[in-house]
């Protein structure tokens, strides 16, 4: 655990220490200190709702990637009463860093997607850090067909850095299995519904995240590409990352300012791995709300709306030049 | 570098900022030093042999409109979603800037340009991409663009050509950029239900979400010559796994090899292979036009 401790979180820990140290040394004289106590873990409730009503961006950031953060199959365990998993593309192979399989809730049938990240180096090893290959992406895309002939509803958890870029990756086409999956996810007669539980890195995320509702856990970020790369590449410099994060809009509260996401679901007080229960509730919740609304829909204005949703994205204008016209009147005329 | 190279500028009615001539620096104009075998050539030699090293078949990178040029029928082309421009809807560093300095360099109002034309008498939309402007990156507008050519395509029943070279999304538009990778494809998905014929030619380089949506997904994709095919590009690959990378990773013959395009075409060979194509189509569709 200790590692895993984020830099903005210490205050509290001290406080849980003091707190600790509090607790032991009334049990050890039989003082009673109940007032003094109450006052501290009130003290750390605030701090905490305090901390975390101001995180910036890198900070929700460090959330989204914590290795503790609950992971597709976490969510399987608390959401689902029945679960089993399905394996293999029937082309290739069987990538686990993409988790597929049907199950019940509440004596609802459901099909399941999600990357797969692990908690440990070694099962991050095994899962490659969330990281499909094609091979995830065509097993997915096979489910996907398989829950659309038997009518069931498709759930996508979106949790991955990005799309593996490697050789046999690229030799697989990697491209061609993400943009498969967008052209094919356009269309399919059962209810999408996307949520990005942890990372939305780029297209590897987009690559399962074409759906009906698009909803992002409080703490999770979704990016067209990592804060990383993208000051890499527009400046040279990948110490520049934090303000490339604030520069690229990737939190829940952003997104759904910017129109792009349908709804937040929040988390647990000082997020989701603070209590996977409870995230998995809310999730379940959010899950047969908007479920509901789809059910509403024939499949024709089903089809037809996802369509619209995607079709109406995109910011542009009329005006030629973003720049004062003015300005370039008068350069002209020089 | 070059403007209207082939001297055929009234292929394409897109209006050219003047300022554009002053980039062309002086030495440029006289010859060029082939990339990749080294080779001294005459401009005007480089240009009669379509911008193709005329030693080692090196395919110099071009620009949309001297591909219309090379590609389309003269006087053909009719541009459509025209007088649409980029915004800057997160208020991205420098973004305005880059859109105002690309548009100088290239004549262009974003990087692509989208029209109807015909070819060898063949009607069909087109769209081609510049990388040039900003990288032939996607933001709204290139998705925008090619969303409406696509659309164009279902309207008229045309063949849908679209010439793409690109380094992905555009980062300065975030996620919006991203999203037009569902946007485009999910329109591919349109055209393919339709019935109509999608000729994808992938141009050096095609990478990123360009290649990962809509560029992907044609009915039928040439890779020109020696184009640099991509999702991750190589620097990446590199940088993840630190190994060096095979000879020819990732370029058109490549992807050839592993069953990712349909045919490599030379420059000079492309606009027949494209009409041998249209022909072909042309005689299997009963109804047409």
Redesign the interface.
Known sequence: MGNNILNFEKPLLELADKIKELQSFMDDKGLDLSEELARLKERAKNLQEEIYADLNTMQILQIARHPNRPTARDYVKCIFDEFIELHGDRRFGDDKAMLGGIGLIDNKAFTLLGHQKGKTTKENLERNFGMAHPEGYRKALRLMKQAEKFNRPIISLINTPGAYPGIGAEERGQAEAIARNLMEMSSLKVPIIVIVVGEGGSGGALGIGLGDRIMMLEYSYYSVSSPEACAAILWKNSEKASEAAEALQITSKSLSTLGLIDRIIKEPAGGAHKDPEVAGRLIKEAIFENLHELNNLSTKELIERRYNKFRQIGEFTKNESLINQEDILKEEAE | MFKDLFGKSKYVTVKTRDKSKKDISPDSQLWTKCKQCKEIIFNKKLIENLMVCPKCNYHFRISAKDRLAITIDEDSFQEIAG????????N??NY??K??KA?VKTGL?EAVIAGEASIEGFPVVIAVMDFNFMGGSMG??V??KI?RAIEKSLETRKPLILVTTAGG???????????????T??????L??AGILYICIMTDPTS??V???????ADIIIAEKGALI???GPR??KQ??SAD??EG??RAEFLLE???VDCVVERYQMKDELASILRIHQSGVRIYG
């Open positions: 007088e649409i421009y980029s915004q800057d809807p997160l991205f560093p305005k800037d859109l105002e548009k109002d709204s507008v998705g925008e969303t999304a555009r980062m300065q538009e975030g996620l919006i950029s991203l999203m037009q990778m569902a946007k494809s999910a329109a591919v998905k349109k393919d239900s990123g979400g290649t990962a949506s809509f560029a992907s997904l991509a999702f991750a990446v690959i993840t796994i990378l095979p990773f990732q592993h069953g990712m």
